[in-house]
């Protein structure tokens, strides 16, 4: 049980252009879902938590007008990335936490974003 | 905030013990998660622990002192495919990891 998805794996788009990903719970009800960027050989860095039917709330850093976070089921949430440059390249990943799982987040198999 | 250090890299022999360590400062503590991260792949998750002392999952073990701001994850009887990038990650109000330690097991 606990999985989580990420479409697309992997994406490569031109830079000014927009890309959406998503994020599903299959087998449990995400309240919460966070949305994290690794840049090679570094951590992951939380970028936003959001919670179903509400907005996201950013880290200090990110650009909330840049990555566009939806929320909209217990099962979905979105990362949209607008304007994509070459600097927005990276593998993001999200998690999520179910009803009753206190600190407990299950993560996605990430996608790998490429801005050219 | 947080600051979690971890070693950069280890390496050691099929067969063998290694020991990550994983120091921690933070502003408030929920727990310690230990994850294990192949390359281009998002983590795994290994252990938690919230109270102190040593837990033990197969070959897998992790230990925690609050006190110290200390953890370690023990991998026994190493494997090739246990080859990868392990992260130390600290719950406080939110998630958060540190750098990781990417251990390469030796034939």
């Known amino acids: 049980g606990a999985v989580v998805s990420q479409h697309p794996s992997w994406v490569i788009c031109k830079s000014g252009t927009s890309v959406k990903i998503e994020c599903r719970s299959l087998?449990?009800?995400?309240?919460?879902m966070f949305w994290y960027r690794q840049f090679p050989k570094q951590s992951l860095m939380l970028m936003a938590t959001s919670n179903e039917g509400s907005k996201a709330t950013y880290e200090q850093g990110v650009e909330k007008d840049k990555f566009l976070i939806n929320h909209a089921s217990l099962t979905l949430s979105t990362l949209t990335v607008t304007s994509a440059h070459p600097e927005d390249s990276s593998f993001y990943i999200c998690s999520a936490r179910g009803l009753g799982g206190v600190y407990e987040q299950y993560f996605g198999p990430g996608t790998r974003l490429t801005v050219t | 905030g947080q600051n979690i250090d971890q070693p950069t890299e280890m390496t050691a022999t099929e067969g063998a013990i290694v020991q990550i360590n994983c120091t921690y400062q933070t502003s408030g503590f929920n727990g310690l998660f230990w994850y294990q991260q192949h390359a281009g792949e998002a983590p795994t998750f290994l252990s938690y622990?919230?109270?102190?002392g040593l837990e033990e999952k197969g070959r897998f073990s992790s230990f925690l002192s609050r006190s110290k701001g200390y953890s370690y994850l023990l991998l026994k009887e190493l494997q090739m495919k246990d080859s990868a990038s392990y992260l130390c990650a600290v719950i406080g109000y939110k998630l958060s990891f540190g750098a990781g330690t990417t251990v390469t097991v030796r034939a």
């Open positions: 087998d449990f009800q995400a309240t919460t």
């Open positions: 622990n919230v109270l102190d």
